[in-house]
């Protein structure tokens, strides 16, 4: 049986992937510079090509939001946990469809660069003050976001190597985080959207043909899949039936039901999918996007499920918890059992690749809220030059991978997975709740929008740092401490309500100062512009 530290790929996969991988790099790189903005005009930096089909944008979309924890950590858990792993990519999915249905045409009609302008636009007192805790949620998702991301590319690492040694992983975290620095300061929007395209085109071919081989192994037969993953998860047939994992008690089952509502609901407000929104010129356009952004996610969440059961059928659920107790190594020892070392390098490249291209999806967003938001409009009061300010988002994007790398480095066998349910629960309750009353409630007022968001993200940060996920449990940041008050890992439960709760009370509470007329009439060219797109600059 193969260990952790033993690494779980020979030699030769090592180096294949190491070939591949500087390849795709090579190549991306060159493909970022081609196609970079050729004039100091923001809106190619923030939005890139705006008149790209329905399939490209979808393609886009689907490569900003789908990480290396979907084809890892997805798959892991599907492999440990069988029935709630699928109830959990299934949540995935169906996170599609609120952006769909509730967020992207009012947003793109109402929104230019970012959302401090659609805040801007609705808001007629305390703009900027909302424009800076707006930059401020932002900063923590994405920050948060791009740590998981150079974690998770040391987690990687290990699975070739071994435990990295201190150098190794120093050498690993600078390299991935220049190359992201590069995409996203040279390449802007442009060069970001060219890197999910292609991270994208690869992920789901790599996935649907590794998911055709394990239908293939059990002659295309989805019973025998199943009946096999089962005798060898060690469970029987629990391991199909749901409570393995979240439906040990009470407390699990509100844990996952925590986890869930995030990820539903903290999608419709990640920074870096709100910008993708922001970008096809027609609606149209962005309605044929997400519904293929939504079969795409659909087909990749598909396949990564048919992984996960076929890594515990054919590699067995003791060896993958005995080889990683998270289950990432899952689909690496299902590759290498179905196509050996060639089939193990072209996924741990692909694993590689859908890193860097996340990555770089949310250096820009970051760069271009504290540049536009932050600079632009608080800072300098909306007078800087489009020159100005695109340098300013330049510097932005090498600041915040500077920072990343630091924070990944000290967060070293941080899980990765936690640190992203953290950034969805941040977006999902202080972001989200803003958005939604900016676009369909009337009344919202200024002080409402700043309670929203500065409450929810302290009251998710809060609830994050007394729970297990800190303190009490071996699995936790400081296992010897016990100051967990809150039992819940996921602090959705409770931070989403907070964060609409006190939108609701930040809004009723200046209303007793009165409302100004001028609030009205905002809302009213507000409304026009968000239902119908029929006011001056909505570029339609």
């Not at 999915?93 to 929104?111: I, K, N, S």
């Not at 291209?357 to 967003?365: E, F, I, R, S």
């Not at 302290?458 to 016990?482: E, G, K, W």
């Amino acid at each position: 049986m193969v260990t952790v530290s033993e690494g779980i790929v020979d030699r030769f996969s090592l180096n294949l992937t190491f070939v591949l991988f500087l390849s795709v790099v090579v190549v991306t790189l060159f493909m970022a510079l081609l196609t970079a903005p050729q004039r100091d005009e923001i809106s190619e930096f923030y939005l890139g090509n705006r008149t790209m089909s329905p399939l490209r944008n979808g393609l886009a979309m689907c490569g900003d939001y789908l990480s290396a924890a979907t084809l890892l950590g997805s798959t892991g858990l599907v492999a440990l946990t069988g029935y709630d792993g699928l109830l959990y990519l299934g949540g995935t999915v169906v996170a599609w469809m609120m952006v769909l249905l509730l967020v992207a045409e009012p947003l793109r009609r109402a929104g230019k660069y970012t959302l401090g302008d659609t805040l801007a636009l609705r808001l007629t007192r305390l703009q900027r003050p909302a424009r800076l805790a707006l930059s401020v949620c932002t900063l923590a998702i994405t920050t948060l976001y791009l740590v998981a991301q150079l974690v998770g590319s040391m987690a990687l690492l290990t699975q070739f190597t071994g435990e990295p040694s201190a150098a190794t992983r120093t050498l690993c975290v600078i390299v991935i985080g220049t190359i992201v620095i590069v995409y996203a300061a040279i390449g802007g929007a442009p060069g970001a959207t060219v890197i999910q395209i292609i991270k994208a085109v690869m992920l789901i071919a790599g996935v649907t043909v590794t998911a055709i081989m394990v239908l293939h192994h059990y002659d295309w037969n989805p019973g025998a899949l199943l009946s096999a993953a089962a005798n060898h998860s060690g469970t029987g047939t629990q391991f199909l039936e749901p409570g393995l994992r979240y439906g040990v008690s009470t407390t699990s089952k509100l844990d996952f039901f925590s986890l869930e509502l995030a990820i539903v609901l903290g999608l419709a407000a990640l920074p870096h999918v709100l910008m993708r929104l922001l970008a096809p010129r027609k609606v149209d356009v962005l309605r044929s996007s997400l519904v293929w952004a939504v079969g795409l996610v659909g087909l990749v969440c598909l396949a990564a499920g048919i992984l996960g059961l076929g890594a515990t059928a054919v590699v067995g659920r003791e060896t993958i918890a005995e080889t990683d107790h998270k289950g990432d190594s899952a689909v690496l020892l299902l590759a290498n059992a179905l196509g050996g070392g060639i089939l193990t390098a072209l996924l741990s490249c692909l694993a590689f690749v859908t890193l860097l291209a996340v990555a770089a999806g949310l250096t820009l967003a970051a760069a271009s809220s504290l540049a536009h938001d932050l600079y632009g409009e608080v800072i300098r009061k909306g007078r800087a030059s489009e020159t100005e300010e695109l340098m300013v988002a330049r510097l932005s994007a090498a600041v915040i991978g500077v920072l990343a790398m630091m924070l990944a480095l000290i967060s070293w066998g941080a899980n990765t997975a936690t640190l992203a349910f953290l950034a969805f629960a941040i977006a999902a309750s202080a972001i989200l709740p803003t958005i939604m009353y900016t676009l369909f409630w009337r009344r919202f007022t200024g002080e409402g929008a700043l309670l929203s968001l500065w409450g929810g993200l302290v009251c998710s940060v809060l609830l994050v740092l007394f729970s297990p996920v800190v303190s009490s449990t071996s699995a936790s940041f400081y296992p010897d401490a016990d100051f967990a008050w809150f039992p819940l890992q996921n602090p959705g439960i409770v931070s989403i309500p907070a964060g609409f709760f006190l939108g609701w009370l930040g809004t009723v509470l200046s209303e007793r100062q009165g409302r100004a007329p001028q609030e009205d009439a905002a809302y009213e060219e507000f409304e026009v512009r968000m239902l119908v797109g029929a006011n001056e600059g909505t570029n339609e």
